[in-house]
């Protein structure tokens, strides 16, 4: 690989990793779960916190002011009207809001894929049946293409299909969904269009989607590099007037957005953070095109080197044919037998901790697949101490799992 690729520098030339507080003893190769965020950042979320705890009363009276400011910094990075953009704590959040306010009839459907992040999916379910509506799931091949796939979630919809939720980019298979292509095709319908949106919030550089019937929602904590505890929902006109946040407090007779601004007593520094978060990573790397650029590069480096090593040790190919790739974040399947349920997902991903490597595991019909993660702290080192020792790992783990022991 090109010397030049294989770490991002800050524009004063100190190293990608320098900017993080990440842990140098572990191989962070999994931003795409909880992220990470730039030092300074969490300097200045400490200093919003003593500034709470010197003067609670202070703080929430003169809150939505600063919520208000950070918004807009937001929705510009966002390229939406600020107006158009809510705070909630994280992208679990946003789908209870959207999904509680939501008007069901008994026989109604909501459709969802098999990809639908699992806490996520749960929580639909059960609002949704609490009304007597129902949840139709659709299964999208992972190999399928942006038409195969929005031909398959289209040919779903039924008279009495109220609502279609896609990831933008799904968890278990970091694989994106034609998200704009829907939008265009229940525009006219009615039918109301909720992007998940939390992997697109900062990987895409316009991930928001726009619509009367759509709402998208996107956590600040993953790509984006804000601290954990924020996330934005977007939406517009009637369908955002009918939402409310999912802790009801003050705000509630306010408007949307500014009704989203103060849930009770809760925290939120990580929001009021996350506009810094984003400004310093843009300054300190100019730009964000570097660094989606260079965790795209050193996303296919890791995935290539990663698919080399496990060769020998699977049955079929490691490299797997995925519809819609994210070069940030891509997948490699596991062998046979490797992480093939949700328990020994979790037995190989500690394992690989226990090694000093935190790598996403995940379960997808049956098989399993790595999840790795490129970011501006990445370095070919990780990727390639990663791709060393994994067959080892794998090929252990499994053996310890195997029945016949
Ligand atoms: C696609 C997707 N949606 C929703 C979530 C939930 O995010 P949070 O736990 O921050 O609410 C995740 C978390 O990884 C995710 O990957």
Redesign the pocket.
Known sequence: MDERARRLHTVLGDSGRSVFALDPAVRHINH???GASPRVTLEYQAQLKAALDANPMRWFETLPPRHAAVRDELAQFLRVPSSTLAWV???????TVVFSSLELDAGDEVIVTDH??G??AQGVTRLVERRGAHVVTVGVPLSAGEEQTRALILDAVTPRTRVVML?????ATARRFPVDAVADALADTGILLVI?G??GLGLLEDPVVSGDHVVWFG?L??YACGP?GA?VLAARGDVAQRLWPAIDSWGAAEPFPQRFDLQGSLDSTAFLSAAHAIRTMATAFGGWSPIREHSAVLGRYGADLLITALGPISDDDPAIDVGMPVAQQPLVRLPRGAAHDGRSARSLKDAFAEDGFEVGVSTFGGRGYVRISAHAYSEAEDFEAFAERAPRIIADTVAAHSPAR
């Open positions: 795409g779960s909880y704590p994280n992208a679990s959040a946003a789908s639908a992040y806490a996520v990831d933008q980019i799904s968890s998940d939390a992997h956590n904590h993953k954990r996330a």
